[in-house]
T-cell receptor, first 113, second 112 residues
Framework: AQSVTQLDSQVPVFEEAPVELRCNYS??????LFWYVQYPNQGLQLLLK??????LVKGINGFEAEFNKSQTSFHLRKPSVHISDTAEYFC???????????FGSGTKLNVKP | DGGITQSPKYLFRKEGQNVTLSCEQN?????MYWYRQDPGQGLRLIYY???????QKGDIAEGYSVSREKKESFPLTVTSAQKNPTAFYLC???????????FGEGSRLTVL
């Protein structure tokens, strides 16, 4: 079975400060990891994904994430956030053949001026 | 433009009524998914389909039904058996090859 844990339900941060959104997963098989962003009353958009290769993954809007197999983590980072980054962020894990995706409970990022 | 279209965006239903949410995609994706989103609970998988005329239950399928008669369409019916249907419903599609899911803008169902 697979599961995803996002420990922080809300993260307040000031504009231009760095931010890290935490994600831990559990799985008995190889997994593929994703971060999605959701703006209010909209669907989700892919920020970045880890399938294989380099453990540091760069995505859109200046976000990056690092896959750490020993700690079963895939934390999302941005060195300097903008007001426009205010949204909810979801970590997800996919099974080997992608027939199922499991999502975390989400982290609301609130960027303050 | 290619994408996923969900309708209606907002829907109100009386208790005891069935309601069908539409999901159409023109991305030529084989796989389609329905998720339910509740505050603080993330997305939970209701049903998914890998090919036409075939679908599987997800983690919370009770009280829901689907069909996949065409590659482009994957409607979800919320039946009167669903005890707590008020939620935001998201449809998604994907190819499996890249692992990326493409989402519609969602349908918000409120039971009065």
């Amino acid at each position: 079975a697979q599961s995803v844990t996002q420990l922080d339900s809300q993260v307040p941060v000031f504009e231009e400060a760095p931010v890290e959104l935490r994600c831990n997963y559990s799985s008995s098989v190889s997994v593929y990891l994703f971060w999605y962003v959701q703006y209010p009353n909209q669907g989700l958009q892919l920020l970045l994904k880890y399938l294989s290769g380099s453990t540091l993954v760069k995505g859109i809007n200046g976000f990056e994430a690092e896959f750490n197999k020993s700690q079963t983590s895939f934390h999302l980072r941005k060195p300097s956030v903008h007001i426009s980054d205010t949204a909810e962020y979801f970590c997800a894990v996919g099974s080997y053949n992608f027939n199922k995706f499991y999502f975390g409970s989400g982290t609301k990022l609130n960027v303050k001026p | 433009d290619g994408g996923i279209t969900q309708s209606p965006k907002y829907l109100f239903r009386k208790e005891g009524q069935n309601v069908t949410l539409s999901c159409e995609q023109n991305l030529n994706h084989d796989a389609m998914y329905w998720y339910r989103q509740d505050p603080g609970q993330g997305l939970r998988l209701i049903y998914y389909s890998q090919i036409v005329n075939d679908f599987q239950k997800g983690d919370i399928a009770e009280g829901y039904s689907v069909s996949r008669e065409k590659k482009e369409s994957f409607p979800l019916t919320v039946t009167s058996a669903q005890k707590n249907p008020t939620a935001f419903y998201l449809c998604a599609s994907g190819t499996g090859a890249t692992g990326e899911l493409f989402f519609g803008e969602g349908s918000r169902l409120t039971v009065l």
